[in-house]
């Protein structure tokens, strides 16, 4: 069998489908080769717990990257909600049970926690001043994401003309550790700062990695605010794909991709079923090593993943031995033995080959927020979900032993949770109808299998500054999509600003495409 189209895309992740819709939209005859059954790939919603009705996001969970143009663009209707707690950290000093609570939009209930913590308001001051300078920076930076790539030179011009050339050398220039040491000097505080400079990546604070993460995590929408996805990320993979589908896209799943030929149009693409597609263009929304793979050439090294994720389903919440609401204090990011020393000395232990002794961890609660993915029992029965995300802890840790060692670590870090609690966490979870409590762990080597992530990496491979290096953007490298191949282009984490929940590398490569 022969068919043809103008692009086929490979892979039916959200970017995938969100290439999809823009070329469909410019009229394009576009077919999504999905491997998998389903679609959705790392942003799939499942029913984890046999019996309980509840639909987890599984591997990601919550949205910040995703721009709002992409949404007006295709016409989707895709809710997400502000949480009003940004994060709550429990932390012991001199030897009482005390916490750190920040919300959203500063105010006196901040500083007052900060006070409380520290003895003064210096902290505060200097959150404040840090985050709003962070603030105006992402308002520069943010728009930029949807466009052809500037260079660092073309970027760091327009951030120094508003004035901002001192938050561009924090980030841009020097160590994120530096920084954060001259800008913060309570341990805790500065914790809570660099976590997002580690999540998902393996990498000492002093290393430009993590300012590169850190700097993802900040910028979305020129607000850096991350906002919970009305029913889970599987909702947002239906709404593409209904709109997708209205455009008029072919969509096949359990089509997996296993060869890229040449004709004298473009491309042949070939599924395990023996059929063969002809296409001018390709859309890979795949790693660039799996990428690599179909087309028989060397794969690009293999960035291993650093993260543990662990879904949980509670019967109730637990309380807090600081005394703090819980649910206010799960509502936003809450920070289980992140301080800044207990990051760095878990980085030094895992990358020694060493689960952590204490492993930094941090966790927040879906349904307080959005009950939508509970079925009405559930609601009525004040059950509530929680998502759990470990730092530090990297792929080679699991390779001899992963369910071994997804145990243990589960069970160190039930055990550091149940420091701060009254009611034991296990008290708390729910049992599924075989009487299995309601726990699920997924390390790296679980990605690798489950969604094709090699070696686990959310990110596909290391995450770039959103700008060039080079000295000027060419057609080779204009979207920051293109592969050397001027017929395939990657439209997944892997691009060059594909990282996180953003469809930004679907549209970007879709544009590519277009401009061709």
Known sequence: MSQKYDVVIIGGGHNG?????YLAMAKKKVIILEANAELGGATASIQAFDGMDVR??????????????????????????SRKVSSFTPAKRNGLDVGLMVNRQLDT???????ALTGNDAEYKAWDSFYSQLYELAQVMAPTMLKPLLTKAQMKKIAVDKGLSHIWDAIMERPLSEVIESTFADDLV????????????????????????????LIGNGTGEWKVPVGGMGAFVKKLTTRATELGVEIRTDAKVIKIGDDSVGKTIQIESGEVFHSEFIAANCAPQVLAKILGRPAPQNVKGSQLKVNMLLKKLPRLKSGADPVSAFAGTFH????????????????AGKIPTVIP????CHTLTDQSILGESLREQGYQTLTLFALHTPADLFEKDNEGVKAEMLRRILKQLNEYLVDPIEDCLAVDIHGELCVEVKSPQDLEKDVALPGGNIFHTDLHFPFSDDAQVTSANRWGVE???????ICGAGALRGGGVSGIGGHNAAMAILGR
């Open 17 to 21: 489908l969100v290439a999809a819709c």
């Open 56 to 81: 987890i996001s599984r591997y990601s969970y919550l949205v910040s990257l995703l721009p709002d143009q992409i949404l007006e663009d295709l016409s989707i209707d895709f809710e997400t909600i």
């Open 109 to 115: 209930d901040t500083k007052y926690s900060f006070v």
């Open 190 to 217: 500065q914790g809570v700062v660099l976590t997002d400079g580690l999540i998902g990546t393996f990498t000492p604070s002093n290393h430009m990695m993590a300012n590169i993460c850190f700097l993802y995590h």
């Open 336 to 351: 289980i033995d992140e301080s800044y020393a207990q990051c760095e000395t878990a980085y030094q232990e895992a990358a």
């Open 361 to 364: 961890a941090e966790m927040y």
């Open 483 to 489: 592969t050397g191949d001027a017929k395939i282009f």
